[in-house]
């Protein structure tokens, strides 16, 4: 430890329990640092680097790294990595973080080079909750309420606005009025300032997420980007934005044939690579023509495998139904790696907005704001699937509202690191009869991370079989929710799993 660490930690020691009324609470809660989220991020060289270092524990909080690449530099206060990288190449870096009751180190991995989304990205967006009624004054409360709960710090990054922020075409307003003179599009009167808007969400150590179609209206019926794919391109990019979801809605197709599926999205995928910062693109089209197979191929960082979760023949209380079907898809594995990853659609955690189940989006009106369609084992479920199945893990309930079973839900670190997994591998399908399913998929470290999963409507035995997950000897096994060592199997694992419900486990490799 060198001196000025040595003054830090007396600094902060002081600090808490320099008032009594204050440092009484503090020291009840004091935590340790610990860094979270994935160990890996990648960007393109000569384009704006952001990165949060996602750490627990009690503030305030000093931050420090040691190999930065030339052009980065880090604000100790608030650990945002931020600058520009010309060369490129990988670095491993080390990230530290120190407050009063201790010091956090974790080996980190910077690569500057042609890939995006190392790991799935994680964040929240505004449809399930605010749909088409969005604003910027919602933006920042949800993005305020991603730091103050802390969601921040176990590695969501992203604020994504969804249709709703663009001019709407009404019967009262024409085409031309849409766009201005020089054919830019126009936010609407709830967004005065998107520049201002992304300025502030990048201060916090957020990335901004945009929403157009290829079509030339949005689902919302709001200006689509089709014939003015550049000029909308360079205007997100001008505006800061750092992620652009692409929703099929109108686009003019006279088919469903897989070229004409292609052309849009291969069109803006190109044009967003040859912008002067790094957008992420989110694929939108319900998993045509096996999106899955060519996503990455037109440029893609994630794409929709499925219909919106949240909407069927039964309105919203189908989700449980959408969320099994997702079960179904067991030849997508191959697809999904660093770069790209299949996307199921937003976690519905938290408050959402009620739509009466005759009514479809966008012709909606939100009567009342409604908890969460799904029971608490249904969504244990539901997080547990997207993060083996290497899915971005999107929040669409309202930040602002979370219960402490929704953060405890969403901060899991050890469910999270599933999903972040550097090595980018999606779960398979390993065991199914009747109701029941065991899904497995290969991390980094050589461990397993194994979901036991009962559709039924009683509780069940499930059991994981070491043959079919093609391992072998006695294996250590940890309860991924519960956050408990379980002991040592041989052959298998078995447990008792509630109806709609889970038992995740992280099974070890054999001790040598």
């Not at 309202?398 to 599933?418: H, K, M, P, Q, R």
Request: one cysteine or more; hydrophobic letters at 40%.
């Amino acid at each position: 430890m060198n001196f000025l660490d040595t003054i830090w930690i007396v600094f902060m020691a002081f600090f808490l329990v320099a008032r009594p009324a204050v440092g009484q609470l503090a020291n009840k809660t004091l935590e340790s640092p610990r860094i979270n989220g994935a160990s890996v991020y990648g960007e393109h060289p000569n384009r704006p680097f952001l990165y949060r270092i996602p750490a627990t524990g009690a503030r305030p909080m000093q931050f420090s790294v040691s190999g930065l690449p030339q052009g980065l530099k880090i604000n100790r206060i608030t650990g945002i990595i931020s600058g520009v990288v010309k060369t490129p190449g990988s670095t491993e870096i080390l990230l530290r973080a120190r407050n009063a009751a201790g010091i956090s180190e974790r080996k980190f991995r910077i690569v500057i080079g042609d890939k995006l989304a190392l790991t799935p990205p994680m964040g929240w967006s505004s449809w399930d909750f605010l749909q088409s009624e969005v604003s910027d004054s919602d933006i920042r409360a949800q993005a305020n309420a991603m730091v103050s709960s802390g969601l921040i710090n176990h590695g969501y990054s992203y604020i994504n606005i969804d249709d709703g922020w663009a001019i709407k075409l009404t019967g009262s307003s024409q085409k031309a009025h849409l766009r201005d003179k020089q054919g830019n599009l126009r936010s609407n009167e709830r967004f005065p300032d998107m520049k201002a808007l992304t300025d502030y969400l990048h201060s916090n150590g957020i990335r901004a997420g945009i929403y157009s179609s290829p079509g030339p209206l949005t689902c919302g019926m709001s200006a689509g980007s089709y014939g003015h794919e550049q000029q909308d391109a360079e205007q997100f990019a001008s505006w800061g934005f750092d992620l652009l979801k692409y929703d099929w809605c109108s686009y003019p197709a006279t088919g469903h044939s897989l070229p004409e599926l292609q052309r849009p999205y291969r069109l803006m995928g190109t044009i967003l690579a040859g912008v002067n910062r790094d957008i992420l693109f989110s694929l939108c089209q319900y998993g045509e023509g096996d999106v899955w197979k060519w996503g990455r191929e037109v440029g893609g960082n994630l794409w929709r495998t499925t219909g919106d979760l949240a909407w069927g023949p039964k309105g919203i209380y189908s989700s449980w139904d959408n969320i099994a079907a997702d079960f179904e898809q067991r030849d997508q594995a191959k697809w999904a790696a660093p770069g790209g990853w299949n996307d199921l659609d937003d976690l519905l955690i938290g408050h959402i907005a009620y739509i009466p189940s005759n009514e479809i989006p966008p012709n909606v009106t939100i009567d009342r704001i409604m908890p969460p369609p799904l029971t608490p084992d249904e969504q244990y479920t539901q997080v547990s699937l997207w993060s083996l199945l290497a899915a971005p893990l999107i929040i669409g309930g309202d930040l602002t509202t979370l219960d402490d079973f929704s953060l405890s839900l969403l901060t899991n670190d050890e469910v999270i690191a599933v999903d972040q997994d550097s090595l980018g591998r999606q779960a398979t399908e390993v065991f199914r009869r009747g109701k029941l399913s065991v899904w497995a998929k290969n991390l980094e470290d050589g461990s397993e991370a194994v979901g036991l999963f009962n559709f039924g409507d009683g509780e069940q035995e499930v059991e994981a079989k070491w043959v079919d997950l093609g391992i072998s000897g006695r294996r250590p096994v940890r309860d991924l929710w519960r956050r408990k060592d379980l002991g040592s199997f041989d052959g298998e694992f078995h447990a008792l799993v509630a109806p709609h419900g889970v038992v995740l486990v992280r099974i070890a490799p054999k001790k040598k």
